[in-house]
T-cell receptor
Framework: GENVEQHPSTLSVQEGDSAVIKCTYSDSASNYFPWYKQELGKGPQLIIDIRSNVGEKKDQRIAVTLNKTAKHFSLHITETQPEDSAVYFCAASRGPNTDKLIFGTGTRLQVFP | EAGVVQSPRYKIIEKKQPVAFWCNPISGHNTLYWYLQNLGQGPELLIRYENEEAVDDSQLPKDRFSAERLKGVDSTLKIQPAELGDSAVYLC???????????FGQGTRLTVV
């Protein structure tokens, strides 16, 4: 079955710097790759996603890149702000309806003012 | 529009006791998921419903866990009897047909003592 590895497990950056989180997956049939942000005491919230037919997607300060050949994808946050501090999860799925989302183990991002 | 609503938020029970969690998905969402999230880990799928049908329950420990989604709307997840290792956050999520995004509730934090 699918296995998603995520690193680093913790990441500390200064406000205004960039943060990069990387994930690798094992199932070449996976075609949907979302990223979730989870704040303390809350459920995960989708922040950006990408499908296998594109290599990059950007939404304001957040971008995701996908390399299907190498089976890895990354989350890039630019101009980080203290409110970006949270745990970020990558995930991978085969189906169009997130029928089998396999999550990574999470990255705790801390942005220091 | 209300998001996914779960109750209770917190539950503390003694081992061997039964416990139930309730989820009300976003109105109109026919797909409902129950995920288990252990401390410091990503969510893991327990069961997925399409309307009232459980289409993927391969990860549900059926000896002690059960779930139902009568009328294809609200859902309950039950554990009987609970074990110490069941302590975790139980997340419910929903999505609409054909839509890839899964919206998560805040979760129920279960502590078994």
């Amino acid at each position: 079955g699918e296995n998603v590895e995520q690193h680093p497990s913790t990441l500390s950056v200064q406000e205004g710097d960039s943060a990069v989180i990387k994930c690798t997956y094992s199932d070449s049939a996976s075609n949907y790759f979302p990223w979730y942000k989870q704040e303390l005491g809350k459920g995960p919230q989708l922040i950006i996603d990408i499908r296998s037919n594109v290599g990059e997607k950007k939404d304001q300060r957040i971008a995701v890149t996908l390399n299907k050949t190498a089976k890895h994808f990354s989350l890039h946050i630019t101009e980080t702000q203290p409110e970006d501090s949270a745990v970020y999860f990558c995930a991978a799925s085969r189906g169009p309806n997130t029928d089998k989302l396999i999550f990574g183990t999470g990255t705790r991002l801390q942005v220091f003012p | 529009e209300a998001g996914v609503v779960q109750s209770p938020r917190y539950k503390i029970i003694e081992k061997k006791q039964p416990v139930a969690f309730w989820c009300n998905p976003i109105s109109g969402h026919n797909t409902l998921y129950w995920y288990l999230q252990n401390l410091g880990q990503g969510p893991e799928l327990l069961i997925r419903y399409e309307n009232e049908e459980a289409v993927d329950d391969s990860q549900l420990p059926k000896d002690r866990f059960s779930a139902e989604r009568l009328k294809g709307v609200d859902s309950t997840l039950k554990i009987q009897p609970a074990e110490l290792g069941d302590s975790a956050v139980y997340l419910c999520a929903s999505s609409s047909q054909g839509n890839t995004e899964a919206f998560f509730g805040q979760g129920t934090r279960l502590t078994v003592v």
